[in-house]
Every structure is written in C-alpha cells, then in structure tokens.
T-cell receptor, first 113, second 109 residues
Framework: ETGVTQTPRHLVMGMTNKKSLKCEQHLGHNAMYWYKQSAKKPLELMFVYNFKEQTENNSVPSRFSPECPNSSHLFLHLHTLQPEDSALYLCASSQDDINQPQHFGDGTRLSIL | GIQVEQSPPDLILQEGANSTLRCNFS?????LQWFHQNPWGQLINLFYIPSGTKQNGRLSATTVATERYSLLYISSSQTTDSGVYFCAVGGAGSYQLTFGKGTKLSVIP
C-alpha cells in the first residue's frame, strides 16, 4: 500500500474513445503530479498541481486534460489519443512542492489501438 | 536543463553480493531522490538526499553535491531488489525532477 491509488491499472482504448484516469492520495499532501513512462525513455513530467491549482503544464498535447477537484484527487481525461500515447501513466504526490519526497501510485498501463 | 547520467545501465548480481550504483548530474541541485521500480512497475521512493549520507536497512545513499554525483549502495542483495533504480534531480527554482534512464538490476539466486 503506497498511499497513492490509481485506477484503472490497465486500459485499452481506441483512438476515438474518451476515458479518464483517476488518482487518489491518502497522505495529506498538497502537490500532485502526472508522469508518462514510455519504453526506453526516462520518466516525463506532464502536469503539476499545487493546492488544487495547475502550476505547470510541460507542453503536453491538448488531448490530455487534467482535473484536480481537491487536494486528494487528480484525474487525467483522455480523448482522441494516438498510438504513441501508449505508455505507463504514473501519478505522484508530495507534501507541498517538488523539494520533498515524491510518492508514486502503481500506474495505469494504457494501450491505444 | 540538467543532464542526469546513471551507471551502469545494467547489472547482474549473485544473491548476497554488494553493489554501488552511480548518478552524475551536470549542474548544482537542491533536490535528489532515488527510486526503485519493481518488475510490476511500482515506483518506490528510497531516499530524498540532496546532500550527505542516509541509511535504510541494507540500502544507503551518499550525495556529494559539490562534485555532482550520488551513490546508492545495496548490501547483501536479495532477489526482491531486482528492478530498475532511478535517480532524479531538481535544480534551484526548478518545478520538476529530471530522471535518469535508470540502472536495471537483476539479482539471481
């Protein structure tokens, strides 16, 4: 049990589908992050939220749309994805900002057909 | 941006052996973290260590910030230590961690 829960664990979708990834943290943290991990590439930061406000968008295509309704929940809405978007999507949280230990969820493995 | 280089890229150990993993970075940092990703994809934070030395059981880490490197020591390795070890750094004023490509460790019985 890592304190950060992601659902679903696996997702297969077509390019025209709309789906959402969910992340929930039970650690009382105020910062949450979405990362993308593709094969043979380092982890890439996608979005940063601090106290529910999006503070960074790392040049992510608009087909990925984050939502943070409160400090404990983070969503990633997906629509019209491309095959190259197939990857492991990881959610993380830290107490207040980047300069504290980050704790990761187990990830959602996404496959685009 | 900061460059992070980890070595070796791959490492195979006999159970019970010790190992040292290295992380070099190209600029001064105020944030350095070590992570272990197990074969099932779970990423666990091992150390938050922008400087100095820390120990947690069979694992220890040392960061020499002035010389821009960090070392992760694994003693008496076990098969459950297998996976990929990532180093991630952040510079002053940075909003993100930059991850290295990782060291893939395989511990064989």
């Amino acid at each position: 049990e890592t304190g950060v829960t992601q659902t679903p664990r696996h997702l297969v979708m077509g390019m025209t589908n709309k789906k959402s990834l969910k992340c929930e943290q039970h650690l009382g943290h105020n910062a949450m992050y979405w990362y993308k991990q593709s094969a043979k590439k380092p982890l890439e930061l996608m979005f940063v939220y601090n106290f529910k406000e999006q503070t960074e968008n790392n040049s992510v295509p608009s087909r990925f749309s984050p939502e943070c309704p409160n400090s404990s929940h983070l969503f990633l809405h997906l629509h019209t994805l491309q095959p190259e978007d197939s990857a492991l999507y990881l959610c993380a949280s830290s107490q207040d900002d980047i300069n504290q230990p980050q704790h990761f969820g187990d990830g959602t493995r996404l496959s685009i057909l | 941006g900061i460059q992070v280089e980890q070595s070796p890229p791959d490492l195979i150990l006999q159970e019970g052996a010790n190992s040292t993993l290295r992380c070099n970075f190209s600029d001064s940092v105020n944030n350095l973290q070590w992570f272990h990703q197990n074969p099932w994809g779970q990423l666990i934070n091992l150390f938050y260590i922008p400087s100095g030395t820390k120990q947690n059981g069979r694992l220890s880490a040392t960061t020499v910030a002035t010389e821009r490197y960090s070392l992760l020591y694994i003693s008496s390795s076990q098969t459950t230590d297998s996976g990929v070890y990532f180093c991630a750094v952040g510079g002053a004023g940075s909003y993100q961690l930059t991850f290295g490509k990782g060291t893939k460790l395989s511990v064989i019985p």
